[in-house]
């Protein structure tokens, strides 16, 4: 197959993607425990890009742009987990999460009311967040402005659920296409504008 031939394909996939309803789970809510990322708990303004958002271990670039996808919606994983284990070591998978406020007691009363979630994409890989979490779960750590969507971004730590959801990006997707159609095929896609 050309170059061309699997770009077309690429862009008939796409645009069939973009056309499926909101997120759909792709999994059954699971137990975890999330933090959170270049907020003041770090001495960091949570509007300037930091760690996940800068250049992240799933290799997107700077994603600092807040008027594009995914909007400092940026989680870092641990590696070894299930989703780490994904393809792509879970690079580009959306995880959708709600603060609980009753699985520890010491973190009771954290989440910010209404039982609000927030969807994020993986960008990076978080290999502190693979120490053991008291079987409360997979450790996540958040970029502040996604934690912040569910509880206070001060209160550093919480409990949280999680589930895999169908990534719903706002708009079509601008992919900037190269590759080799010479021996040792390959294609390589760079979402460059959403």
């Not at 996940?52 to 600092?64: E, H, I, V, W």
């Amino acid at each position: 197959m050309s170059l061309y031939s699997m770009s077309l394909v690429l862009a008939l996939v796409m645009a069939a993607a973009s056309q499926t309803a909101a997120q759909s789970p792709l999994s059954d809510w699971m137990p975890g425990v999330a933090t959170n990322y270049g907020g003041p708990s770090e001495g960091m303004d949570p509007n300037t890009p930091s760690y996940g958002l800068s250049n992240g271990g799933c290799g997107y670039g700077d994603l600092s742009n807040r008027g594009s996808y995914p909007f400092y919606s940026a989680v870092g994983i641990p590696p070894g987990t299930g989703i780490g284990s994904l393809p792509t070591g879970g690079c580009g998978t959306c995880i959708e999460f709600q603060c609980v406020n009753d699985r520890t007691p010491s973190f009771a009363g954290r989440c910010g009311g209404g039982g609000a979630t927030v969807t994020v994409t993986v960008t990076d890989t978080c290999p502190e967040c693979a120490a053991p979490t008291d079987g409360q779960g997979d450790h996540f750590d958040l970029n502040a402005l996604s934690f912040n969507q569910i509880a206070p971004m001060l209160n550093g730590r919480i409990d949280v659920n999680y589930r895999l959801v169908a990534c719903t990006p706002p708009s079509a997707l601008q992919v900037q296409v190269d590759g080799n159609d010479g021996p040792g095929l390959w294609l390589r896609l760079l979402i460059t504008v959403i």
